[in-house]
T-cell receptor, first 113, second 112 residues
Framework: EPEVTQTPSHQVTQMGQEVILRCVPISNHLYFYWYRQILGQKVEFLVSFYNNEISEKSEIFDDQFSVERPDGSNFTLKIRSTKLEDSAMYFC???????????FGSGTQLSVL | SQQGEEDPQALSIQEGENATMNCSYKTSINNLQWYRQNSGRGLVHLILIRSNEREKHSGRLRVTLDTSKKSSSLLITASRAADTASYFCATDGASGTYKYIFGTGTRLKVLA
């Protein structure tokens, strides 16, 4: 079965630094998402992306966050100036059509020190 | 808030028993999905049920949906130790939204 690929699997950064989390969605998918999960807690929606623009974003997705699909295959999440509370597992997901199942990557564990 | 709430938060059963998890949500939906997450791993889709469906089966999984009560249940029959995981429901918005909202999850432990 096709997979969503995320890199790196672990990222450690200092507070205030910029990080870019990378995702390669399934090739023919059109809808892309970022979610995050703080250890043992709920899976929180960050942003959805379709047709090269943000479809919807949550309150968490403030001006420090941005997404990009730079080359038709990668889908990135950038955090400009990381905070301690950004430490979480970040999941990328994609789907071929609205209303269909999501395919999730295995996540990037971000630790902000 | 559209957030789903699962109950129980945690469930511990013996291998071979059935496990039932419930999900409640607040707004109207087009579909509801159930996902499984092994510890520290990504979420894996289990089953999708649309708002015009009342019940759906997939292998040992049975999902029901009651849109009048805004609730769904996931039944895992003849559970195995390998079913130990967290289970989440996810709901979309009926229209005008482009996100899936996940519930708080049920941690299932199946004892061998």
């Amino acid at each position: 079965e096709p997979e969503v690929t995320q890199t790196p699997s672990h990222q450690v950064t200092q507070m205030g630094q910029e990080v870019i989390l990378r995702c390669v969605p399934i090739s023919n998918h059109l809808y892309f998402y970022w979610y995050r999960q703080i250890l043992g807690q709920k899976v929180e929606f960050l942003v959805s992306f379709y047709n090269n623009e943000i479809s919807e974003k949550s309150e968490i997705f403030d001006d420090q966050f941005s997404v990009e699909r730079p080359d038709g295959s990668n889908f990135t999440l950038k955090i400009r100036s990381t905070k301690l509370e950004d430490s979480a597992m970040y999941f990328c997901a994609s789907t071929g059509d609205w209303g269909e199942k999501l395919f999730f990557g295995s996540g990037t564990q971000l630790s902000v020190l | 808030s559209q957030q789903g709430e699962e109950d129980p938060q945690a469930l511990s059963i013996q291998e071979g028993e059935n496990a039932t998890m419930n999900c409640s949500y607040k707004t109207s939906i087009n579909n509801l999905q159930w996902y499984r997450q092994n510890s520290g791993r990504g979420l894996v889709h289990l089953i999708l049920i649309r708002s015009n469906e009342r019940e759906k089966h997939s292998g040992r999984l049975r999902v029901t949906l009651d849109t009048s009560k805004k609730s769904s249940s996931l039944l895992i029959t003849a559970s195995r130790a390998a079913d130990t995981a967290s289970y989440f429901c996810a709901t979309d918005g009926a229209s005008g939204t482009y996100k899936y909202i996940f519930g708080t999850g049920t941690r299932l432990k199946v004892l061998a």
